[in-house]
């Protein structure tokens, strides 16, 4: 079952082999001797990777849930739910994992040293279940109800621009002003054409003018920084050029509705490890986001 998953996940048999460390002959045999014992197959293979059949669909997700109760009577039996021990594997978005996230496993790690982390940043989606990641740190609203959710603050989507840069060609006063100022666009917060201010009914949309376009945060706010224009990011990503005078928040009334920053992990039986975790980075990382700019 385990190497049924790993190549599935993987997309391929050899691949899923290397995941598992094993010659791809022994994943290929025993996946053939289950389809055997089954009596129907479960993979269709081809030069394009694997598909699995309809039997092997349904197949397939049971042996994802029996292998996580196994896995779990496993942590069980070797103490898990007793006392914090163990691998803790996490996700966090790249730039909150290493502001805040990260001091707050360091100092996890010196609280209890039987526990070891394996902390994945990246701002990309995942699956808790199916990565096998024992809680995630994300921002914005939680879209699987299946999850127990710790909120720990918000964050705001600021608007913000170089002390320089204001004092040269002024401080827009309201949302639509944008369109005389040169702006720089974060592509992944939103599009680089236009930006969204307010809520639900009252929510509109604004033209801007993107002289810049970036991919990242660091690079909107070096560029901002720069007094290369007006830029719109996360505040917590913000909060050090802010603090250090480098740059300087506006708009702040049409702001919309902060989002909610919150530690998620699988509901059931919670390992000692988990509970531990969550006990401690919660408290540490709302003192860190109840500081950030206003």
Not at 111 to 123: G, S
Request: hydrophobic residues 45%.
């Amino acid at each position: 079952m385990s190497m049924l998953v790993a190549a599935v996940d993987a997309g391929s048999l050899s691949a899923g082999a290397r995941r598992l460390g094993l010659p791809l002959a022994t994943v290929s045999r025993r996946v053939s001797e289950l389809e055997e014992r089954l009596g129907t197959r479960i993979l269709l293979r081809s030069a394009r990777g694997l598909t699995l059949t309809e039997p092997g669909e349904a197949y397939l997700a049971a042996c994802r849930s029996i292998l996580e109760q196994l896995s779990e009577a496993e942590r069980l039996a070797a103490g898990e739910f007793r006392e914090p021990k163990g691998l803790l594997t996490l996700s966090a978005p790249v730039v909150f994992g290493r502001l805040h996230v990260l001091p707050a496993v360091a100092e996890f790690l010196r609280a209890y040293p039987q526990v070891d982390v394996r902390l994945e940043q990246t701002d990309r989606p995942i699956s808790l279940i199916e990565e096998h990641f024992d809680a995630a740190i994300r921002i914005g609203h939680p879209t699987d109800s299946s999850l127990r959710a710790r909120r720990v603050g918000e964050v705001r989507r600021v608007i913000c621009a170089s002390p320089d840069y204001l004092a040269g060609r002024g401080c827009p006063e309201r949302p639509e002003d944008l369109a005389q100022h040169h702006c720089i666009s974060f592509e992944i917060l939103m599009p680089s054409d236009r930006w969204r201010f307010g809520e639900g009914a009252s929510e509109r949309q604004v033209r801007i003018r993107a002289r810049m376009s970036v991919n990242t945060a660091e690079a909107a706010i070096a560029a901002a920084e720069a007094s290369l224009g007006i830029t719109r990011v996360l505040s917590y990503q913000v909060a050090a050029s802010v603090a250090q005078g480098k740059l300087k928040i506006i708009l702040q009334d049409a702001e919309p509705e902060p989002w909610p920053v919150h530690i998620l992990y699988r509901a059931g039986t919670v390992p000692r490890k988990l509970r531990a975790f969550v006990d401690f980075a919660g408290p540490r990382l709302a003192a860190a986001l109840s500081g950030l700019p206003r």
